[in-house]
């Protein structure tokens, strides 16, 4: 069983199109997606989707968010345990490499009581904080249905099957 992220067409058991995000809350992590190939296991993902909903494409979309403020905090919070009293412009840093944006930057900072801050090295950071434009925040793979492959994702799934009823009393 599985669900796609987005669907379209009649309903979702004769869709045309399926869809599933991958959201990246790092730019490196984004950038290595865009320069590399489609990782295996996201190939497979959309073509059990595909099998599901007869889609005759899928895509894999991936997205650059702003990461979560309270896994920031997080972020955060692990950095201070490095120092007795964590620097202000680690801090800045650290919500300037998790923000695409200006004003969720804006905001993580104000509320670290950052932006307004007189310091040189936050106002360093602050004046060099380049937001990526949301049109370079997303690209997708396009994957076609291929019949042979779905074939093969039932037989393992089969052998799935039977290695559970083989090894485990349900």
């Known amino acids: 069983c599985g669900t796609p992220d987005l669907w379209k067409g009649e309903n979702i058991k004769s869709a045309d199109v399926v869809r599933d995000t991958k959201s990246s809350w790092d730019i490196y992590t984004f950038n290595r997606a865009i320069a590399g190939d489609l990782d295996k296991k996201y190939y497979w993902q959309i073509m059990g989707y595909m099998a599901l909903t007869c889609s005759k494409v899928g895509y894999i979309d991936y997205c ?3 990461t979560p403020y309270h896994l920031i905090e997080r972020e955060l919070r692990i950095e201070s345990y490095k120092w007795e009293e964590t620097p202000s412009w680690i801090e800045a840093q650290i919500i300037a490499n ?3 944006d200006l004003k969720a930057f804006e905001l993580a900072m104000s509320a670290r009581g950052l932006f307004h801050s007189q310091s040189t090295e936050i ?3 602050i ?6 434009p ?3 925040r997303h690209f997708a793979f396009k994957v076609d249905r291929d019949e042979i492959a779905i074939d093969k994702l039932y037989k ?3 052998d799935c099957r039977e290695y559970m009823n083989e090894h485990f009393k349900f």
């Open 123 to 125: 106002q360093a950071i």
């Open 134 to 136: 949301l049109s370079e």
């Open 98 to 100: 998790h923000t695409y």
């Open 156 to 158: 393992r799934i089969e």
């Open 64 to 66: 650059l968010n702003n």
């Open 127 to 132: 004046n060099s904080f380049v937001p990526v």
